[in-house]
């Protein structure tokens, strides 16, 4: 029934601009491993999202520094959000409790106990509770009862600490020497090809494949792919450069952000990462490279993690975008070091020469500095769009940032309409970005050279960006002239 109209009468219809919907710029996403059975045992091969240390160590565990080098998911923890105070980030846990190849089994353990103890610690890191057994050590043995007669808990270092409960039968006096039986997590098991990864024709993914993942279950666009402690096995790296420059078909990219071979001291001063960098192929547009290791106290980190924490500092700082470069900020770490811990000093030209590689490092120039504004791609590509970090940073950003604003556009009608829509709020996107200082100018055209007929009648558009995010003053000349000139001033 037609409602019959008399008076004024208003209505909505959708803005015409499009406001952006801007991607995280630095969102890292972290493959390695974490002792899960300290946290929730299933999280195993899918990304978990923490936007804190405690959310990560509920998740995933926590471990001592000095298992650092076993488990690079709590480095990258500690660095990140412990020292740099940025978060969210993604993280894919490998190490598999359900996996023999990734536990040890452990067979009646003895554990004495005497008449006045209550609570004994097993000084054993990440054994696996849901595989402990406790038994009265006799010749033929009977199993006690978890919380009627004990209860088990984790202490602060990962060691398991059994509590005898009063009411059960190993409540009261001294006790023969019981036995354990349990598995506890063997991270040595993990190993390179379980970071990598694989896919199956399914949609099942496991390792650095799980980036796909990221998207479709978090609604979050990767800016990084880290693995610490295993990005400098080339396999490794080279999953990690196809995975960042292709996700979910293409839709997003990520940069890979990678560490040069510490390992067996193939490293053994700062001449050698440049031939080192080539001869393993670490050579890609959306990759960095990172040398040394460096130190806090008695802490040992890879430099990528300290790279992807000040770098989204910085971009904290910028209003959320990566125009500014992380190079000639403080760390916070207090040396540099080679694997077999020999310490590394730069001076400003051998840190230079790495930089003229493509090489990442640490300067302690007034104070521990991240030193170099160049990717992998450096110095064989002089594209600045490939070789500046921070211009390769905004590119990626860029285009993931218009996946996300413009794919509620996908199927509309193609029409004229549609297309000043786009053009007009990209636009206005990136006169608010110049208008920032994040860019020196940009505009978006929809160019007829760029749409053939064949493209239009197959429902396909293309718009065309000119955009120049600013390149980093990587070097300021001053240059000093004695001016005669001045001598006139003694006769004034």
Request: glycine share 10%; charged share 15%; hydrophobic share 45%.
């Amino acid at each position: 029934m037609t409602t019959y109209l008399h008076g004024v009468y208003s209505q909505e219809v959708p803005t015409s601009v499009r406001p952006p919907i801007t991607a995280l710029a630095g969102l890292p996403v972290v493959v390695g491993a974490a002792p899960v059975v300290l946290g929730t045992r299933t999280n195993v091969n899918k990304p978990v999202l923490a936007a804190s240390f405690a959310e990560f160590v509920t998740k995933l565990g926590n471990c001592p520094a000095s298992l650092y080098s076993s488990y690079g998911l709590c480095e990258f923890a500690r660095v990140y959000f412990g020292l740099y105070g940025v978060g969210p980030a993604v993280f894919v846990n490998v190490l598999d409790p359900d996996d023999a190849g990734h536990m040890a089994s452990v067979a009646r353990a003895g554990l004495a106990w005497a008449s006045a103890e209550t609570s004994k610690t097993i000084s054993v890191f990440g054994i696996d509770h849901t595989t402990l057994v406790l038994d009265d050590g006799a010749l033929v043995p009977s199993a006690y009862a978890l919380t009627t007669d004990y209860t088990l808990a984790y202490d602060a270092n990962g060691y398991t600490v059994v509590t005898r409960v009063s009411t059960g039968a190993m409540g009261s006096g001294a006790l023969p020497d019981c036995h354990l039986t349990y598995d506890k997590l063997a991270p040595a098991g993990v190993d390179a090809a379980d970071i990598v990864g694989t896919a199956t024709a399914g949609g099942a993914y496991t390792g650095l494949w799980c980036v796909e993942d990221v998207y479709p279950r978090l609604q979050l666009a990767p800016g990084m792919i880290l693995a610490p402690g295993w990005s400098q096995d080339s396999a490794v790296a080279a999953a990690m450069v196809a995975r960042g420059g292709s996700i979910n078909g293409g839709v997003f990219k990520a940069l890979a952000v990678t560490d040069l071979d510490p390992d067996e001291y193939e490293i053994a001063d700062y001449s050698e990462a440049a031939a080192w960098k080539s001869d393993n192929g670490y050579t890609a547009a959306g990759q960095v490279c990172c040398w040394p290791l460096v130190t806090l106290g008695d802490e040992v980190h890879h430099l990528s993690c300290h790279f992807a924490g000040l770098a989204n500092q910085v971009d904290a700082a910028s209003g959320g975008t990566p125009y500014v470069s992380p190079s000639n900020r403080a760390m916070r770490i207090d040396g540099a070091c080679l694997e077999d811990g020999t310490e590394v000093f730069l001076s400003q030209d051998q840190a230079n020469i790495l930089n003229g590689q493509g090489i990442i490092t640490a300067l302690n120039f007034t104070g521990w500095r991240l030193w170099g504004n160049r990717t992998a791609a450096y110095p064989a590509s002089s594209d600045p769009k490939d070789t500046f970090v921070p211009i390769r940073r905004m590119t990626l950003w860029l285009g993931n940032t218009l996946v996300l604003t413009y794919f509620s556009q996908v199927d509309a009608a193609l029409t004229r309409r549609l297309i000043d829509s786009i053009v007009d709020s990209a636009n206005i996107f990136l006169n608010g970005l110049k208008g920032a200082g994040s860019i020196l100018g940009g505009e978006v055209v929809f160019a007829e050279a760029d749409n053939p007929s064949t493209s239009l009648l197959n429902g396909q558009g293309s718009f065309r960006i000119y955009w120049t995010p600013p390149p980093p003053a990587e070097a300021l000349t001053f240059i000093i002239e004695f001016d005669a000139a001045n001598l006139a001033s003694l006769f004034a």
